[in-house]
């Protein structure tokens, strides 16, 4: 019986729409009991803060007067408040005048209490008096127990859910009632009707309409079923009719789908046959990737190990006294070696990218700074052939962007070196700008450009445009397909546009994400009299460093005049060491300071007022030219943070062993580290670097990784297993440097890694960054 009534209509019209009431209800009442949360919230601080405003004049005047028994009564008169457990008087120096305390009631449901509005809250409220407005006297402070607000809370919550739901009870009642009576009843009536129908003949029975109900649903309900059993004599021969038709069509269905399914199984054994190909393919294809990496990773050090013997005793000789002949030959041997080094690091920089093992940095760095830098790198090449070399750099670019500093040098250092390569007259040019998140890098340069089928051909590694580019100037083409790969590899793109004759550009867009508060310095405080001075530009306006230069002054509000028109402020002239007209001119300006613009890097200041700015342009460097020709002293940064130099190590000589198992390497090794001014000692393998290590006292292990008897490895785990040597810093010096070589490195116990071939530079930092702060030795 509960089976059938929760089955009844009536049932589960009341459950839906009581169900859906109480929802609402409970809705309606949360919205309610949320408002009256903020209200007492509300209420509770005003009236607190009404009770404050109360006290507060002859709290002032007891403080005034010092009057410890007044504010006793006084504090005893705040406590009487059911809220206030802490009432007291501080002077103005934070000790207390009077106090007085009482307290917190205690309760099972003040944890609600205290969830909803804190345990206590603490008000407090200056003590000043009229006459003395200006004599801070002290503070009222009062600690008030929120569970006397937050109980009345509660109640007023729990009276609104438990008469929603009563409300809800009681509809459910009503409802019950009114569906079974108007909707169940009839409805089981004619349930009743249906069920004497017997199956044989079911066409020739008629419902009964039950009463009062001819004109609703339920009649009409009625009506309809009779319409149906009067058609249903007919349906049941064209039924018949039908099953006969479908016999027939289930045969002949069974015939096809025997059919299709032998053809199904001949096409599965047929793929079946090619996935098992394609799996084999797929093995042989990762064991060919394996060789190659490992090939890589062996071809790495055995190149690497000769090639550091050879850079490295190429150095040496070059320190050495000899004739010009002699060094020139040297540096020609020298530079041919690290193009061979260069060559090594782009295929293994391309093999990483293309195996998926290139990983990429997200550290904060500087666009500007490192544009900057790229542009004074490549100068000096530019200067030679005579071309202009020109960096725009948009003066709003945010100043601190967050990704791989390394590979986006190296992009850039690529392109540029493409672009001077390729131009003999005219200028390359560097603009930059960010927009909708993205950075975008065009390199410019007015060259010998490239046909469209060159163009198709240039990101191909190991090609490039033609042949007659390949022999008239050199190079492996490699480096434009290392560019395409690093600026995928970093969710780029990298587009080029070149016609022949009129040089190429070069459009590198990165999404490069911006770090906190990184917008771009203004001008300094310090140097705002810069804006009264202004420039004199006497830089022709064809010249195309002047866009560079007038673009970051008017970025700094400093005004930019012309120098025949207006013969004050700052002169900012284009001079080289053979424009004696120039040169004449700036000897003979009258107004504040002049600035000499050098692209030629030829020029040097004839009077101690003038001032060199070398050309491309670079913004901290224009900033110190303006500040010393207009004679500003105080000169400050541009950058608002604050600079944290790395400390100084204390310059001493170290004792270092060197355990390297090549002896061209420990010739080299060993003539930088004494040139450094360390004492060195080497050892063949690990084993006999533990037997140094045993015999003397060490401040630091340069350790070789690959060796005989025992590796680097395995020799830097067994020193950090000797609690006696678990501080001292050792530095792998390795010629493997394939994705992961770093990492097992510093897993074994290493503390820092450098790579072969040797670099004077590389190798000081390293030692300076581990070498132990102790005092001089005697």
């Not at 604050?642 to 010739?667: F, G, H, M, T, Y």
């Not at 670099?759 to 005697?778: D, F, G, Q, T, V």
Request: charged share 25%; proline share 4%; with cysteine.
């Amino acid at each position: 019986m509960t089976k059938r009534f929760r089955q009844r209509l009536s049932y589960r019209l009341t459950r839906d729409t009581v169900l859906i009431a109480m929802a609402l209800g409970l809705i309606l009442n949360i919205v309610q009991i949320t408002l009256d949360y903020f209200s007492a919230r509300e209420s509770m601080s005003s009236e607190i803060r009404a009770l404050i405003d109360i006290s507060v004049s002859p709290a002032s005047q007891i403080a005034y007067n010092i009057d410890v028994r007044l504010a006793e009564e006084l504090l005893d008169g705040l406590l009487r408040h059911p809220a206030t457990i802490d009432a007291r008087i501080t002077d103005d120096d934070g000790q207390t005048m009077a106090a007085a305390s009482q307290s917190s009631p205690v309760s099972p449901y003040r944890w609600v209490s205290d969830l909803l509005f804190e345990s206590s809250r603490v008000y407090s409220q200056e003590l000043r008096v009229p006459q003395l407005e200006d004599l801070p006297l002290g503070q009222l402070i009062l600690t008030i127990d929120t569970y006397h607000y937050g109980l009345q809370f509660l109640e007023r919550a729990s009276y609104t859910l438990i008469s929603g739901l009563l409300k809800s009870l009681i509809l459910s009642a009503a409802l019950l009632g009114i569906f079974y009576l108007v909707l169940t009843r009839p409805m089981l009536s004619v349930i009743g009707a249906l069920s004497q129908v017997r199956a044989s003949t079911p066409e020739k029975v008629r419902l009964p309409v039950p009463a009062n109900h001819q004109e609703d649903e339920i009649g009409t309900m009625v009506g309809i079923i009779n319409q149906h059993l009067e058609t249903m004599d007919s349906s049941l021969a064209r039924l018949r009719t039908a099953e006969s038709t479908m016999k027939n069509y289930s045969s002949q269905l069974e015939r096809e789908v025997e059919d299709r399914t032998r053809e199904i199984s001949e096409k599965n054994d047929a793929l079946q046959r090619g996935n098992r190909a394609l799996v084999k393919a797929k093995e042989d294809a990762v064991r060919r990737a394996r060789a190659r990496a490992n090939f890589l990773a062996s071809m790495s050090h055995e190149i690497r190990t000769p090639l550091n013997g050879v850079l490295g005793m190429l150095g040496l000789a070059l320190e050495t006294e000899m004739n010009a002949g002699q060094r020139d030959r040297l540096e020609i041997a020298l530079k041919a070696g690290e193009s061979l080094l260069g060559l090594l690091n782009d295929i293994l920089d391309i093999s990483k990218v293309e195996a998926g093992k290139l990983g990429l940095e997200k550290i904060p760095f500087s666009v500007r700074n490192l544009i900057e830098e790229c542009g004074t790198l490549h100068a000096q090449q530019a200067r030679r052939k005579r071309i202009d070399l020109v960096t725009e750099i948009d003066p709003t670019l945010p100043e601190t962007f967050l990704g791989d500093p390394t590979r986006a040098r190296q992009i850039l250092n690529n392109l540029l070196s493409n672009a001077i390569k390729f131009t003999s007259e005219g200028s390359v040019s560097v603009k930059a700008t960010y927009s909708g998140g993205s950075l975008r890098v065009d390199i410019i340069d007015t060259g010998i450009g490239m046909s469209s089928t060159g163009l198709h051909r240039i990101f191909s590694p190991f090609s490039q445009a033609d042949a007659d580019t390949t022999r008239l100037y050199g190079g492996t083409g490699l480096g434009l397909t290392l560019c395409r790969q690093l600026v995928e590899r970093m969710h780029g793109q990298i587009l080029v546009d070149s016609r022949e004759g009129l040089g190429t550009h070069f459009t590198v867009t990165l999404p490069l994400p911006l770090q906190d508060d990184s917008s771009a310095p203004g001008l300094p405080e310090a140097a705002a009299e810069l804006r009264d001075i202004g420039v004199a530009m006497s830089i022709p306006t064809n010249n195309p460093h002047r866009l560079a230069i007038e673009s970051q002054l008017r970025a700094w509000e400093i005004p930019v005049r012309g120098a025949s028109r207006y013969p004050e402020g700052i002169l900012m002239i284009l001079a080289n060491a053979d424009d004696h007209e120039a040169m004449a001119f700036a000897n003979d300006w009258g107004g504040k300071g002049v600035i000499l613009a050098d692209q030629t890097g030829t020029v040097s200041a004839g009077k101690q007022e003038q001032q060199v700015l070398s050309l491309p342009l670079r913004r901290e460097e224009l900033y110190r030219c303006l500040c010393r020709a207009a004679g500003i002293n105080k000169e400050e940064s541009l950058h608002n943070e604050a600079q944290n130099p790395e400390a100084e190590w204390p310059s001493r000589s170290l004792d270092i062993l060197l355990v390297e198992d090549n002896q061209v390497n420990q010739l080299v090794a060993i003539s930088l580290l004494k040139k450094l001014g360390h004492h060195v000692d080497h050892a063949e393998n690990g084993q006999k670097a533990l037997e140094a290590l045993d015999s003397k006292g060490y401040d630091l292990v340069l350790m070789d990784c690959q060796m005989p008897v025992m590796d680097g490895y395995e020799a830097t785990r067994r020193i950090r297993e000797n609690k006696d040597w678990q501080d001292l810093p050792v530095i792998a010096v390795t010629a493997n440097v394939m994705q992961g070589d770093k990492e097992d490195c510093i897993a074994s116990g290493m503390n820092d890694y450098i790579t072969k071939p040797y670099n004077r530079e590389e190798m000081k930092s390293a030692i300076s960054r581990w070498a132990p702060l102790l005092p001089p030795k005697p």
